[in-house]
């Protein structure tokens, strides 16, 4: 289904949105940051929050590191400060990178097994489909910041993958 360098290169990916969005934030503020959007987890603030706390959950599994304390209903206010969040999405980000570039042939094979608290239950499922969400959720989410960023006069770069600097 995947292949490490699919992972690899998504993770690069994954950090390059990051910063551009993350540049693109610092220029509006925090009470535009802040300000209630119609987004599902309301603000800019909180879509970037919820993305990082995605993440980290997710790599709790993959890589059995730390985990959130909160579950997806707090997971907008995940950090609080702008300054906090910026330097736990760097080290997410890091954190991604690594475990991607860590990856051999046969670690995406196999089964996921995790308590899951959006369900309440325990689930098994590929580990490449859920490698594959977590790269999605993060697209998903982005996209939803990038045009809330758009909105309040923001520029942030381009998303298109076949654009990003290849290392």
């Known amino acids: 289904m995947i292949t490490p360098e699919y992972c690899r290169t998504m993770a690069q990916y994954n950090h390059w949105q990051n910063q551009s969005l993350l540049s693109a ?3 509006i503020g925090e009470s535009s940051r802040r300000a209630q959007r119609g987004a599902f987890f309301g603000s800019i603030w909180g879509t970037f929050n919820h993305l990082l706390w995605g993440d980290t959950i997710w790599m709790s599994r993959f890589d059995h590191g730390e985990k959130p304390n909160i579950g997806i209903p707090g997971s907008a206010e995940f950090t609080k ?5 910026r330097t736990r999405r760097q080290e997410m980000d890091d954190r991604i990178v690594a475990w991607a570039e860590a ?14 608290g959006a369900i309440n239950a325990q689930v098994e499922r590929p580990v490449a489909l859920c490698v594959t969400h977590f790269f999605n959720h993060q697209t998903h989410h982005r996209g939803q910041v990038h045009a809330m960023l758009t909105a309040a006069g923001a520029k942030p770069d381009d998303t298109d993958l076949f654009v990003m600097q290849m290392s």
């Open 103 to 116: 990856l051999g042939d046969g670690d995406l094979f196999g089964p996921l097994n995790w308590f899951s």
């Open 25 to 27: 934030a610092d220029g």
């Open 81 to 85: 400060s702008w300054e906090e969040f």
